[in-house]
């Protein structure tokens, strides 16, 4: 009974680690964040491989089936693994909140340029051809177009 | 370019856009104001083009919170000494920003807060609302010791060093009670005045019947992480060394 549920778990633990494994290889999940599951995947094979050590353990802590204490490891690998996520929500919900608020600022200076210009009647105009080496500057031209309003002052007289 | 900056953040306000900027305009003369949009899915952001406001549009919603501290950057960025937010949906008096201008500099606080209950005018809220309003009062008294009477108030006015820290740290959403404790706790002065209040005209309260539950239990543990403890800033890392404001 006891080998079978440790050919079971090893079975599985070693599909698990071989699925991240390959999502990681697929660029799926990046690496950083799959390492708290290896962690998890390992210590699981060294239990289920040794399982004196969770008899030991079970004993210490007064558990009477070592089969519980397993539960009870399972249970802390998951709020391990969902903390370290709510860290990595945390930290990418600030970033993606300052991407929000500087990119909503930058197409403010956008427009108070592009305003600028316009009141000057100055176009700005793509060059298509450009050397690598020159920075964006060079990539736009900035052209003064005749003023409309002196041609329809010119008619009026 | 004036010195004082008025922030309305603005989510679904196409009833009361008009109405709040031009009495800013009208009754506000010394402060500029720069209308945060929050992605607003009505009129919002047409109307304020073609009115001429000026607008920031936000690229996606992303709460008031993160509207307001957009605002904050903003009053950074160009260089303003004074801002003060004030609530899209037309429940503030534009009548009021000139006085609190005045006291902010005469007295050279930190932050000033406009509260409805020191004098008891104009709209005062709902029986159910006060209750948590007196509970936040009572939090904020036991954390720093200083009364604050209109805690949930909108209507906040800071100088530079809190504009760069606002513009640093700022609460995901209902900031106001929270960020009083955590303003004076690094050690800013707070004074309240008082101001008079309307009730809403049209929309919504963002904090509706559904919400209050979880405005309470979330307003009630961030003043708690607030007031207990470690705090990650200090007073100096704030502090404006260049009066004037950094150039674009």
């Known amino acids: ?157 | 370019m004036k010195k004082a900056l008025v922030i309305i953040p603005a989510y679904n306000e196409e009833g009361n856009i008009i109405k709040t900027v031009e009495d800013i305009k009208k009754n506000a003369p010394s402060f500029d104001y720069v209308i945060i949009n929050d992605c607003s899915k009505d009129d919002t952001m047409r109307l304020c083009e073609k009115s001429g406001y000026n607008v920031v549009n936000m690229p996606l919603n992303s709460g008031i919170g993160a509207a307001v501290q957009c605002g904050y950057l903003y009053a950074k960025r160009y260089g303003y000494e004074y801002a003060v937010q004030v609530d899209g949906d037309g429940q503030h008096d534009a009548a009021f920003l000139e006085e609190m201008l005045s006291i902010i500099k005469t007295e050279k606080m930190n932050m000033l807060i406009g509260s409805r209950f020191i004098e008891k005018e104009g709209f005062q809220s709902s029986g159910a609302r006060r209750m948590g309003i007196n509970w936040f009062s009572r939090l904020i008294k036991i954390f720093t010791g200083e009364t604050v009477t209109d805690p949930t108030s909108g209507m906040r006015m800071v100088g530079r060093d809190v504009i760069n820290f606002f513009a640093e740290e700022y609460p995901k959403d209902y900031p106001e009670p929270e960020t009083a404790i955590t303003v004076l706790k690094l050690g800013y002065t707070l004074k309240e005045i008082p101001v008079r209040m309307k009730a809403r005209e049209e929309g919504t309260s963002s904090i509706s019947f559904k919400r209050a539950i979880y405005y309470m239990f979330k307003v009630t543990i961030a003043c708690f992480m607030a007031g207990i403890g470690y705090e990650k800033y200090k007073k100096e890392d704030f502090m404006d060394r260049s009066y004037g404001g950094e150039k674009l």
């Open chain 1, 1 to 157: 009974m006891m080998f079978r549920l440790q050919l079971i778990i090893a079975v599985a633990t070693l599909i698990a680690f071989l699925y991240v494994g390959s999502k990681v290889k697929k660029r799926v999940i990046e690496l950083k964040y799959a390492l708290v599951w290896f962690f998890v995947a390992i210590l699981f094979l060294v239990i289920d491989i040794f399982p004196g050590t969770l008899e030991y353990l079970s004993d210490l802590m007064g558990i009477e089936l070592p089969i519980n204490m397993l539960m009870l490891f399972g249970f802390g690998f998951i709020l391990l693994i969902l903390y370290t996520f709510t860290i990595v929500i945390t930290n990418q919900d600030r970033r993606i909140k300052r991407l929000i608020q500087e990119t909503a600022l930058l197409n403010y200076r956008l427009e108070e340029i592009e305003g600028a210009l316009k009141k000057e009647n100055i176009k700005v105009k793509k060059i298509k051809t450009r050397t690598a080496d020159e920075g964006p500057e060079h990539k736009v031209k900035l052209v003064k177009e005749k003023k409309e309003v002196s041609e329809t002052l010119e008619e009026e007289e």
